[in-house]
């Protein structure tokens, strides 16, 4: 039976069906329109992007290469001003380069995708369309634009920084890093910062081979960092990606890094206080006594999640004060204990006795400030080697944790857990129930009394993902005859009315269709019901979505990126069609008649 009142508000509109072309689609009634694609000029002085002649010069004034994490910060008295926020997480250079050989990249190439990853930051402005339009308009030479490449310097801060671990022969002090890698999701501070996380990093680094010393060793397999040469062979061109010549280069990266957007001269800093992981991202909520708490996921099969409680309380107007809140706290790493029998915990996704996979949970204390709690380790070797701290301390292993964030009301923090194929059926518990879990899940993780800087915690399935005809699946016991197929959560945000929306990463592979964007009711008679509002073209990821009263952003993210797909047989053309080269953009959806996003 239909659940009475219509849909959730901020959720009325016309759900999409699944799709497969090569285009970006949107619920009747509603426009879209790209705001910026990999290429565009950020400042006068680039050149209009040209595929045949990129140079790393151009890339490093123009917009990077699959845009990912999005941010919108309020700027200036103009109602319809923002600066965006915009991180680059990896390059695809068979797609991106003309004759591209994988074997032979030029230094040409090389540089390019140097400039091509990392950070944007950029004004924009809804201010030059008619009042109806929710279109944005990218301000060139904006005095906040700004790039920040691989070459740009980034400044390691807190308890690691200039340890043993993170010195090199170009930085002996272990403080000052070029660039930041593969940045994956991320967050706004409440003290108007943008924190961006460090994911898969360590595909860049070559010849872990050439480390001997057995522990070194394990710690880089912890990581994934391989022997022999790298993908990218950036190796070839700075030794820094060379394991045999700069053994402690990999250890810059995997951070949180914590930009000030306001400030076009700053330099960013990673915050080594928040341990060393596959960070997707890293959002925050205060504790009730204003300490600032970031939860994190570490995106990898069997990895946990964290929180950071900062020791300094957060003071409304200090900027500069709420700006070193990330330098010394306590990091924790959680575990998950199910409340059901394990007997009845088979693999297969059946519900419990109790008709709910929940439980209770707890956070466990790696490292504070400059004190371990994890015995044999330094709290240096905590915050660098932070998944051998969680293995010791028995964290709990999930489905890919990948963005984290908490309810901007109920503060009810939202985990996506994207997919586990690895899973076996005794690996199955009850926060992780499915064996081969091809789809994913969404946890609901609710603090002690509500306070975020709590020891102990809630936790429930909100979703359980896939084809709603596949049993399965579990949408918090709404009717699912009535919701959309969703599978791969990967990114998670609310809009004002509370509802939450739920990008995704790897339909493709999982369902057959293009990856979407879906808003859920998280409470009332609606709870569980998923909506799906926007797909994305041929082999996008959907990314970054942010959603305001008028507009929903999303980051398409690696459009065309298909197996055996090159420059010269593209499997997109988006955004430009014809037989143009595909490009990353983002695209902002608003309502034709310039109503609110969902309300009828
Ligand atoms: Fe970059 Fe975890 O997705
Ligand atoms: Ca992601
Ligand atoms: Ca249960
Ligand atoms: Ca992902």
Not at 30 to 46: E, I, M, Q, T
Not at 128 to 150: F, I, M, T, Y
Not at 451 to 480: H, I, N, Q
Not at 533 to 540: D, K, M, N, Q, W
């Amino acid at each position: 039976p239909h659940a009475p009142g219509g849909p959730a508000v901020g959720l009325r509109f016309e759900p999409i069906s699944q799709q497969t072309g090569d285009r970006v689609t949107v619920p009747p009634g509603y426009l879209h329109d790209v705001l910026v694609r990999w290429g565009d000029p950020l400042f006068s002085d680039a050149p209009e992007f040209d595929p045949e002649n990129q140079t790393a010069a151009a890339q490093a004034r123009q917009f990077g290469y699959n845009n990912d994490h999005l941010g919108l910060l309020p700027l200036g008295h103009h109602r319809d001003d923002h600066v965006l926020v915009v991180n680059h997480e990896y390059t695809n250079e068979e797609i991106m380069f003309p004759a591209y050989d994988p074997e032979n990249p030029t230094r040409q190439q090389v540089e390019v995708a140097w400039a091509a990853h990392g950070l944007t930051v950029v004004a924009v402005t809804g201010s030059r369309r008619g009042r109806r339009s929710g279109a944005l308009d990218v301000v060139v030479d904006h005095e906040l634009n700004r790039r920040l490449p691989l070459t740009a310097a980034f400044e390691l801060t807190g308890p690691a920084a200039g340890s043993e671990y993170v010195r090199t022969h170009a930085d002996p002090d272990g403080r000052t890093v070029l660039g930041t890698l593969n940045n994956c999701a991320g967050g706004l501070t409440p003290w108007g910062t943008w924190l961006t996380g460090e994911e898969n990093f360590h595909q860049y680094f070559a010849h872990a081979e050439a480390v001997t010393d057995e522990v070194a060793r394990e710690r880089l397999a912890r990581y994934g960092v391989l022997d022999g040469e790298s993908e990218r062979k950036w190796e070839r061109f700075d030794p820094r990606w060379d394991l045999a010549q700069e053994p402690n280069e990999v250890n810059r990266f995997g951070w949180v890094v914590e930009v000030d957007p306001y400030d076009p001269s700053s330099t960013p800093r990673k915050r080594t206080a928040l341990g060393r992981l596959k960070h997707e991202g890293a959002t925050i909520r205060l504790s009730d006594d204003g300490r600032a708490v970031a939860y994190m996921g570490d995106d990898e099969r069997f990895e946990y999640l964290y929180k950071f409680v900062s020791h300094e309380r957060y003071r409304r107007g200090d900027r500069a004060h709420n700006m070193t809140l990330l330098e010394n706290g306590t990091l924790y790493v959680a575990r998950l204990t199910g409340d059901s029998p394990p007997a009845e915990i088979d693999g297969s996704g059946a519900l419990p006795g109790d008709g709910e996979f929940d439980g209770s949970g707890e956070w466990i204390p790696l490292v504070s400030g400059t004190t371990s709690h994890v015995p044999g380790m330094t709290p240096e070797e905590v915050l660098v080697f932070t998944r051998q701290a969680a293995d010791a301390m028995g964290a709990t292993k999930m489905d890919r944790p990948e963005d984290v964030e908490p309810h901007p009301r109920t503060g009810v923090v939202y985990a996506a857990l994207t997919n586990n194929t690895a899973r076996t059926p005794e690996q199955a518990d009850e926060a992780n129930p499915r064996a081969e879990n091809k789809h994913g899940q969404v946890l609901e993780l609710a603090e002690e009394h509500g306070d975020a800087a709590a020891g102990t915690f809630g936790w429930r399935l909100l979703l359980v993902c896939g084809d709603p005809e596949d049993e399965s699946t579990y949408f918090a016991g709404f009717d699912k005859s009535q919701v959309s197929p969703i599978s791969c959560p990967d990114n998670v945000a609310f809009d004002s009315h509370g509802n939450l929306w739920i990008s995704t990463d790897g339909q493709p592979g999982s369902l057959g269709t293009n990856d979407a964007l879906y808003g859920v009711a998280v409470s009332g008679r609606r709870r569980g019901e998923v909506r799906q509002f926007l797909a994305v073209p041929t082999g996008a990821e959907t990314c970054g979505p942010v959603i305001t009263d008028r507009r929903v952003l999303v980051a398409v993210q690696h459009p065309g990126e298909i197996d055996g797909a090159t420059y010269e047989d593209q499997a997109s053309h988006w955004p430009d069609g014809g037989t143009s080269v595909p490009r990353p953009s983002v695209v902002v959806t608003y309502r034709a008649d310039g109503r609110r996003i969902g309300q009828a």
